[in-house]
């Protein structure tokens, strides 16, 4: 009888947490596990770039290939997510002269700016439980 409670209680969580889960960002191209991977989530061109601003802030340990990155908040409806490698662990992307980034980087929409980034060029149209695939330029 415990077992098929068990049995029962497993696939429960199991239906439950793919059915409600939050969706994802699939961060392809990470060179290496050093630092952290950054993820900042904005829904307008006023809080764009601006990370005290943005809507959901996530850091999480790099895998050296592809890390996947589990959002905490539904997100739904255009939006646009800036992401970065943050290799020497400082909390910042570092950057050289024209803004031109020291560390791997990304923005959503396969976006890649030729001087200041603009949240019009990066914005994409996020759907709940779709997964987001960026890839990292170093």
Do not use: C
Not at 76 to 87: C, T
């Amino acid at each position: 009888m415990k077992l098929l409670q068990g049995l029962i209680l497993l696939i429960t969580i199991f239906y439950f947490s793919n059915s409600y889960a939050h969706g994802t960002i699939k961060v392809y191209g990470v060179e290496h596990e050093e630092g952290y991977i950054d993820i900042k989530i904005y829904t307008d061109d006023e809080s764009f770039l601006n990370e005290k601003q943005a809507i959901e802030s996530i850091r999480k340990k790099p895998t050296k290939g592809l890390t996947t990155i589990p959002l905490s908040i539904i997100h739904e409806g255009e939006m646009a997510i800036v992401v970065y490698h943050d290799e020497n662990n400082d909390n910042k992307l570092n950057t050289g002269l024209f803004w031109r980034p020291k560390e791997g980087y990304a923005f959503s929409n396969q976006y890649v700016p030729k001087g200041p980034p603009k949240f019009a060029k990066a914005k994409i149209n996020v759907s709940h439980n779709q997964p987001i695939e960026i890839q990292l330029n170093y």
